[in-house]
Structures are given as structure tokens and as C-alpha cells.
T-cell receptor, first 115, second 112 residues
């Protein structure tokens, strides 16, 4: 399967715990995006990497959130001291670097539930 | 303010009937326009996109959309829906993938 892969698919955690999600993009794609989607809403942009450089961060990405893409391949999104409001679907997408108007390919997402 | 409105939260259509999903946007300049579909347990999949040129855009799975600048709309259509089209549909606008503004989605229910 050469699509975008996200792990885990589901995560239940207690409030205050840290969680980390992983995204493996399509191998030849050097752009990677993280989004958050809550029930009944469309995705909200969180952050964007081009290769290993984090080029854009949304105001939604509080200090408790950190994303990395150390070798320009897979990426991780960590949430520290989780809160119930962090419960959402976290989506990863990737695209090739051919200008700004290219299709982003999405993974199936990681659903986080904070109890 | 930039925004995307999908006025219908749910739409129910009989199998074989035609479909139109509405999308209106507010944006400073003419944005790029997208429709994505999200099926249960699946990732978002691009149906079609408009960047410039012909305002009637053909996409995958028999979908098309028409950009109407005067109405700031980009409605999605399909002449005959299939049960497999049941999913949630999202309209998005913007100038790049990381600057997309998304609608809240329209859930399509297909009646047998």
C-alpha cells in the first residue's frame, strides 16, 4: 500500500497524559500536513512541513502540541498534558512539491479520545 | 472574513436520483476550489478541483462542479447517485493545501 499511513488508528488516553501519533506519507512526497477534525466540522490546518522544515503553524497549535519530521520522511505529532478538548480526529496528508496547487492525499486519521 | 458555507448538514436522495450539494464561500480573491469525500473509516479523497479556465469541472466517480464567480458558489452535482456515494462531502477553498478553509460538510444519505 503506497498511501498515507497513520498510526495508531484509535487512541484513548486519560486527561493529563501525553500521546504521540505517527504519519508515514507517500514516499516521494516532500510536503506533509497535519489537520484536526472535530465531529461535524471540516478539517482545521495545524502545521505543514516541506521535507524536514516546519514552514507553517496554525494558531491552533498550542504549546502543548509539537510536530516533527526529523528526516523528511515520517512525521510525529505529540500532545502533552492532554485535555478533553483535544478529543478529535487527527489527519495527516502529503503532497508532492509542484507548486501550491496540488492534490493532498490524506491518511485515514487517528481518532483521539481523552477521558 | 474568509469562510466556506455548506448549508445542508444532511441530504437524503433516492438511489438513481440526481444530486446537488451546495457550497458558498467568502474569500478575498478567487481561490482554488476543491470538493473532497470522506467515507466511514476512509481518508479524505479529492473528487475534483478548480484552479482556472472552464468553470464546469469534471471529477472522479461521475461528479462535476460548476464555479459561479458572481454567486461565490461551487456546487457539486451528480446526475444519478449510487448507494456507494453515501458519505460526507466537504468543500474547501484556498490558495494552497495548508491554507485551505473547509466547510462543515454535508452528509449524503442514499435511500434504496
Amino acid at each position: 500500500d503506497t498511501g498515507v499511513s497513520q498510526n495508531p488508528r484509535h487512541k484513548i488516553t486519560k486527561r493529563g497524559q501525553n500521546v504521540t501519533f505517527r504519519c508515514d506519507p507517500i514516499s516521494e512526497h516532500n510536503r506533509l500536513y497535519w489537520y484536526r477534525q472535530t465531529l461535524g466540522q471540516g478539517p482545521e490546518f495545524l502545521t505543514y512541513f516541506q521535507n524536514e522544515a516546519q514552514l507553517e503553524k496554525s494558531r491552533l497549535l498550542s504549546d502543548r502540541f509539537s510536530a516533527e519530521r526529523p528526516k523528511g520522511s515520517f512525521s510525529t505529532l505529540e500532545i502533552q498534558r492532554t485535555e478533553q478538548g483535544d478529543s478529535a480526529m487527527y489527519l495527516c496528508a502529503s503532497s508532492p512539491q509542484t507548486g501550491g496547487n496540488t492534490e493532498a492525499f490524506f491518511g485515514q486519521g487517528t481518532r483521539l479520545t481523552v477521558v | 472574513a474568509q469562510s466556506v458555507t455548506q448549508p445542508d448538514i444532511h441530504i437524503t436522495v433516492s438511489e438513481g436520483a440526481s444530486l446537488e450539494l451546495r457550497c458558498n464561500y467568502s474569500y478575498g480573491a478567487t481561490p482554488y476550489l476543491f470538493w473532497y469525500v470522506q467515507s466511514p473509516g476512509q481518508g479524505l479523497q479529492l473528487l475534483l478541483k478548480y484552479f482556472s479556465g472552464d468553470t464546469l469541472v469534471q471529477g472522479i466517480k461521475g461528479f462535476e462542479a460548476e464555479f459561479k464567480r458572481s454567486q461565490s458558489s461551487f456546487n457539486l452535482r451528480k446526475p444519478s447517485v449510487h448507494w456507494s456515494d453515501a458519505a460526507e462531502y466537504f468543500c474547501a477553498v484556498g490558495r494552497s493545501n495548508y491554507q485551505l478553509i473547509w466547510g462543515a460538510g454535508t452528509k449524503l444519505i442514499i435511500k434504496p
